[in-house]
């Protein structure tokens, strides 16, 4: 039974505790205690009444106080591969949004790319006792990630995998890369080049699958001479250009896999005095914030990272408090800009 919550003149001076809120919002301490912990099933206007309470007394909970109560940290492991990428930056920002409204910490670290770094990743998050975990995009198999979920709920992205306590969330990086290639195919385009990501992770493969989709789809043979593959950075995208144009083969037009490599391969275009799009016809993927500021702006596929991260955190949440997620990530769609240009027939670099 809800008890009728103390006048502000029979509040106590001093640090404010767990049983000051709940003496203030008239529910019992244990109440305070799950909806701070995101496990209470309570009506709305309880956990209003907590809410005000804790805005109104100034209440900071203690993570380790609350973690030793109720068998939680509070905390959650967040596994990426660059802490410093453009577009899991942004994903990981969604998270800490996500995962603050809900009184969790998140804690960061990346895994390069590599299997052996992330397992020791996985291994010292454990050791924080972490409460669940989100793995974004790594490397590490499907058999670890089994191991793992048998201690936390864990949420994985970038592949498909169904086990107890894993959920995984995947884009459709195949009908991105069709999208993508289909628009430069529309604007006449029939030499279209490649920039690949690394072959070995399954979105390189999936994207690379997309463009041979499109090309087959219009009857233009697909042309392995005009895939080179980068390393998903700036510099990669550079050099994977600069062997396209070192090459034979004559192309008016090139999807990158990435937007980083797309703007490596826009250097190396203008290096070799080569425009875009008047010469060159550029697209690439991700929609990074960047990529409407490139000159010209540039023509992509649209990835939400911010909304990639806060529905892994939505969905490790729903988890954590007993539930199923349903969660998935928005479709495809081209974002088109400026990088594009329709081609005359016959026409190529």
Known sequence: MARTPAPPSARKSGPVTLG?????????????SRILNGTAVVSAEKKAAVDRAIAELGFVPNPIARGLAGGRTMSIGVITQFIDSPFFGVAMRGI??????????ALFVSGHWDVEVEQRCIDTLMGRRVDGMIILNGRV????????????PTVVTGRSIKAPNVY???YDHREGARLATQHLIARGHRDIAHIGGDQSHSDARERLAGYQAALEAAGIPFRPALVECGNYLEEGGRQAAERLLASPQRFSALFAANDQMAMGAAVALH?????????????????????????PP?????????????????ALLEMLAGGKPTLKLPEPRLVERDSVA??????SR
Do not use: I, N
């Open 168 to 170: 995984a969330m995947d």
């Open 141 to 152: 198999g499907d058999t670890a990630l089994r191991q793992l979920a048998k201690q936390v």
């Open 298 to 314: 540039l023509t992509t596929v649209h990835q939400a990272s911010l909304e990639l991260g806060r529905l892994t955190a939505q």
């Open 271 to 295: 290096k070799a005095g080569l425009r875009v799009p008047q010469d060159v016809s550029l697209v690439g993927f991700d929609d990074l914030a960047l990529a409407m500021h490139m000159t």
């Open 342 to 347: 329709a081609l005359a027939r016959g026409a």
């Open 96 to 105: 800490e949004e996500t995962l603050s409204e809900a009184h969790y910490s």
């Open 20 to 32: 000051m809120v709940a003496e203030a919002s008239g529910v019992s301490p244990s109440t305070v």
